[in-house]
């Protein structure tokens, strides 16, 4: 009996299981379905909120305005002007080499043989006008300059005996004939005296050193200054070295400004004169320097048949060095009038041009832009300016920058 109770009580048991099993999955799956809705309500919550947050970014930063202070516009180097309608200039593109400015290059050489007895300054090295270079001893100047002492007492010793002389003849104590003796010894001794002047002068020495000879105590040394500003270029000597009057020892040019050399067709002159302006770019057409037409060639290469053309271009970055190839183009004529900017007020953004509009002082407003071909440095503007808006040519990259890091992100149209 109680085995039967047992089957029956374990058969009830397994009978029972699987509804209750099929209610915890119903349960566990209302309760899923539930986690699911809220979960959705949740997404909509958050996803509404996601884009409020945006639209606000978009409403503040969205817009492209920056606003600066005077002290950050002055430290970015921000600067602006207002935007004309003027003449667009022709101009061509030729290829240019960049060569030493030969009216700021100086040869020192030495105008006496002597020996190098020290120097002063070395090859890379920047000098100021009148700054020591290098001293040599020489036996020729040494010599020169006891001639001139023993000129100038034998002048003194003359000028003294002439006044002497001068008052007897006045007291009729000695005569005519002495007095003009005296006279006549005393012109000869001041012209011998300025003739080892001008020795010592014709070997460098200036009038202080000749003056100060007797109070010097040194003979035969001779210091060679620098007789401008600049960088040592050159430098073709060496410690004891005996150098032969005339021999160029250094070279000293100033780099402020260089020249470039073009070569053209005779088809490509047309318009080419001096005083032209023109744009000298290096070879990855990162830099661009300003310069200007300073001489054409009156005479064609016998081989390429071309006319030299030389450019003087400012450069004041010391960044163009003999032997560098650049782009030069230069200003051939005037073409049609156009909106034009520098080429620094333009930023490309994505795949969009924009400037920077000062609306307000401090306030920069970003602007998208169609451009036409640069030329001269110039971009004429198609569209998205017009003619007396106040456009930031200098310091535009800072302002795109602050744009960019702000968040700013270009839309393409």
Do not use: C
Not at 227 to 239: C, K, Q, W, Y
């Amino acid at each position: 009996m109680k085995t039967l109770i047992a089957l029956i009580t374990t058969l009830v048991f397994f009978i029972s299981v699987p509804a209750i099993a099929e209610d915890h999955g119903h349960d566990k799956a209302g309760h899923a379905h539930e986690s699911i809705d809220n979960s959705k309500e949740d997404g909509r919550g958050k996803e509404k909120s996601d884009a409020h947050v945006g639209h606000d970014d978009q409403k503040e930063e969205g817009g492209g305005a920056i606003k600066l202070t005077p002290a950050q516009i002055k430290q970015a180097g921000i600067e602006s002007e207002m935007v004309k309608i003027r003449p667009e200039v022709r101009a061509i593109n030729a290829p240019g080499s960049v060569d030493f400015d030969a009216y700021k290059l100086a040869d020192i050489t030495t105008l006496v043989d002597g020996a190098i007895h020290a120097r002063h300054v070395r090859l890379g090295d920047d000098v100021k006008k009148g700054q020591k270079l290098v001293t040599l001893t020489s036996s020729a100047l040494a010599q020169s300059e006891a001639d001139y002492l023993r000129a100038e007492a034998e002048h003194r010793k003359t000028k003294l005996d002439l006044q002497r002389i001068e008052t007897l003849a006045k007291e009729k104590i000695v005569s005519q004939a002495r007095l003009q003796q005296a006279t006549s010894l005393h012109q000869a001794a001041h012209a011998n005296l300025a003739a080892a002047r001008a020795a010592l002068s014709s070997y460098g020495l200036s009038s202080k050193k000749i003056g100060a000879l007797m109070r010097s105590g040194q003979y035969g040394q001779l210091t060679l200054y620098a007789p401008s500003s600049g960088t040592i270029v050159a430098d073709e000597f060496r410690l004891g070295q005996h150098i032969a009057a005339g021999t160029r020892l250094m070279q000293i040019v100033d780099e402020s400004t260089v020249w470039v050399e073009v070569k053209l067709s005779l088809s490509q002159m047309d318009g080419i004169t001096k005083g032209r302006s023109a744009v000298v770019s290096t070879k990855d057409n990162s830099k661009h320097y300003r310069a200007k037409v300073i001489n054409v060639y009156h005479q064609l290469d016998k081989t390429t048949r071309t006319v030299g053309v030389r450019l003087e271009v400012q450069n004041p970055e010391d960044a163009l060095h003999p032997g560098m190839f650049v782009s030069a183009e230069i200003e051939t004529g005037s073409g049609e009038e156009s909106l034009l900017l520098p080429e620094g007020a333009i930023q490309r953004q994505g795949s969009e041009l924009i400037v920077f509009v000062e609306e307000e002082p401090g306030l920069f407003e970003r602007r998208e832009v169609r451009v036409g071909k640069a030329n001269m440095g110039f971009v004429p503007v198609l569209e998205g300016l017009k003619e007396g808006e106040s456009v930031v040519v200098k310091g535009a990259f800072v302002l795109a920058s602050e744009l960019a890091k702000s968040g700013f992100e270009a839309h393409n149209h």
